[in-house]
Nanobody
Framework: QVQLVESGGGLVQPGGSLRLSCAASGFTFSTYFMYWYRQAPGKERALVANINSAGGITNYADSVKGRFTISRDNAKNTVYLQMNSLKPEDTAVYYC???????WGQGTQVTVSS
């Protein structure tokens, strides 16, 4: 079955960096767009970034442009989110998502705090 497993979250100080990974299985990964979303406490889940199947086209929420980079390795069935210059307002559970199968990962917690 379709499965997404995120990893790489944790506690980081403001200005720090983290790289999230999402390992996909159960479908032909290289065929589909992939998405990163996040959900902060008390807020709705919101789109952070997406990437096309080949990895050449990306889109970002205004709040993360210039700080976050989405990428993918189709040979490893993995999508990444490199997060730099992290701010306290980036604190959230981060999820990867494949729309074609309406499947979410379990999420990984990112906490930005001094």
């Amino acid at each position: 079955q379709v499965q997404l497993v995120e990893s790489g979250g944790g506690l980081v100080q403001p200005g720090g960096s983290l790289r999230l990974s999402c390992a996909a299985s159960g479908f032909t990964f290289s065929t589909y767009f992939m998405y990163w979303y996040r959900q902060a406490p008390g807020k709705e889940r919101a789109l952070v970034a997406n990437i096309n199947s080949a990895g050449g086209i990306t889109n970002y929420a205004d709040s993360v442009k210039g700080r976050f980079t989405i990428s993918r390795d189709n040979a490893k069935n993995t999508v990444y989110l490199q997060m730099n210059s992290l701010k306290p307002e980036d604190t959230a559970v981060y999820y990867c998502y494949v729309s074609r199968f309406n499947t979410w990962g379990q999420g990984t917690q990112v906490t930005v705090s001094s």
